[in-house]
């Protein structure tokens, strides 16, 4: 066996390992908002179940301030889940669309470009987010944690580049394609 072949092989036991990897994100993330979502449900009900919400959040202090501001901050809690369940989501079709033997194609190209979007919109819900808690600490003195809007971007910005070559591996296939 060459050295083109076993590249070959691994690099699709990679993938294939990031494929079912992805899946065991989605699924995670999709319980996760589930849970949350039950959760507050039962917590308009039973104040008491604000204390655990969900993996030990402990939200009862804000639910017994303001339930609207209780309610807005669950609701971007599971906002950002639903985009990461989103984005999780485009990245198994794309890993499930690729062809390694023809791997740009407008298809990938695009779906590349909605996930860069989905981290633009976790970038500013993070935004909203964080504005929320520094204006939340303002009116209450309850502190929550700060969400990493940096990093959004910045992956957000990578994928959409990411996309932008394989845009441009598009138009160079079927240049090439024409002259054949």
Same mark, same amino acid.
């Given at each position: 066996?060459?050295?083109?072949?076993?590249?070959?092989?691994?690099?699709?036991?990679?993938? &294939?390992?990031?494929?079912?990897?992805?899946?065991?994100?989605?699924?995670?993330?999709?319980?996760?908002?589930?849970?949350?979502?039950?959760?507050?449900?039962?917590?308009?009900?039973?104040?008491?179940?604000?204390?655990?919400?969900?993996?030990?959040?402990? %939200?009862?202090?804000?639910?017994?301030?303001?339930?609207?501001?209780?309610?807005?901050?669950?609701?971007?809690?599971?906002?950002?889940?639903?985009?990461?369940?989103?984005?999780?989501?485009?990245?198994? &079709?794309? %890993?499930?669309?690729?062809?390694?033997?023809?791997?740009?194609?407008?298809?990938?190209?695009?779906?590349?470009?909605?996930?860069?979007?989905?981290?633009?919109?976790?970038?500013?819900?993070?935004?909203?987010?964080?504005?929320?808690?520094?204006?939340?600490?303002?009116?209450?003195?309850?502190?929550?944690?700060?969400?990493?809007?940096?990093?959004?971007?910045? %992956?957000?910005?990578?994928?959409?580049?990411?996309?932008?070559?394989?845009?441009?591996?598009?138009?160079?296939?079927?240049?090439?394609?024409?002259?054949?």
């Amino acid at each position: 066996m060459n050295n083109g072949s076993k590249a070959s092989t691994r690099t699709k036991q990679i993938l &294939k390992a990031m494929y079912i990897l992805a899946w065991v994100v989605f699924i995670c993330v999709m319980i996760q908002a589930g849970a949350l979502l039950l959760s507050y449900f039962v917590s308009c009900i039973n104040p008491v179940a604000s204390k655990n919400l969900y993996s030990g959040l402990d %939200m009862y202090q804000l639910r017994q301030i303001n339930f609207r501001y209780y309610t807005i901050a669950v609701s971007l809690m599971i906002a950002l889940l639903c985009i990461k369940a989103f984005v999780t989501f485009l990245v198994i &079709k794309v %890993m499930s669309k690729v062809n390694m033997e023809n791997p740009f194609t407008i298809r990938i190209a695009r779906l590349l470009e909605k996930i860069s979007y989905g981290l633009l919109g976790a970038a500013i819900l993070a935004l909203l987010q964080n504005a929320h808690t520094t204006w939340l600490f303002n009116k209450t003195g309850i502190i929550q944690e700060k969400w990493a809007l940096g990093q959004c971007l910045v %992956m957000a910005a990578l994928v959409f580049i990411i996309s932008q070559v394989f845009k441009r591996g598009v138009e160079i296939q079927s240049e090439n394609d024409l002259t054949v």
